[in-house]
């Protein structure tokens, strides 16, 4: 399975991003996935997932802002970011899992891109 993130950029605090996410490969094997961000000196965070079923959830941090979504037809996540703030800067992933929750396990990770928010 190969995971290709995209939609990263500079973006003024207060706007809004889409991120997306391309799965190829041995798609039929992935269940959950999931958007985690990194920044320099800290530990990857979870940001929102999507179980097999499609039950989302969200970090505290992003809640009522981001909204992650699935189109299984395009084989593709996407994460809808509004209301940026210059936290929220950091390089964003993209993965997934063949558990139906992303908690149990992840299989696959994508490379991330880069997502600046200037205050």
């Known amino acids: 399975v190969q995971l290709v993130e995209s939609g990263g950029g500079l973006v003024q605090a207060g706007g809004s991003l889409r991120l997306s996410c391309a799965a190829s490969?041995?798609?039929?094997?992935?269940?959950?996935m999931g958007w985690y961000r990194q920044t320099p000196g800290k530990e990857r965070e979870t940001v929102a997932t999507?179980?097999?079923?499609?039950?989302?959830d969200y970090a505290d941090s992003v809640k009522g802002r981001f909204t992650i979504s699935r189109d299984n037809a395009k084989n593709t996540l996407y994460l809808q970011m509004n209301r940026l703030t210059p936290e929220d800067t950091a390089i964003y992933y993209c993965?997934?899992?063949?558990?139906?929750?992303?908690?149990?396990?992840?299989?696959?990770w994508g490379m991330g891109t880069q997502v600046t928010v200037s205050s």
């Open positions: 490969g041995s798609i039929f094997s992935i269940n959950a």
């Open positions: 999507m179980s097999g079923g499609g039950t989302t």
């Open positions: 993965a997934a899992s063949r558990e139906g929750r992303m908690q149990e396990s992840i299989h696959y």
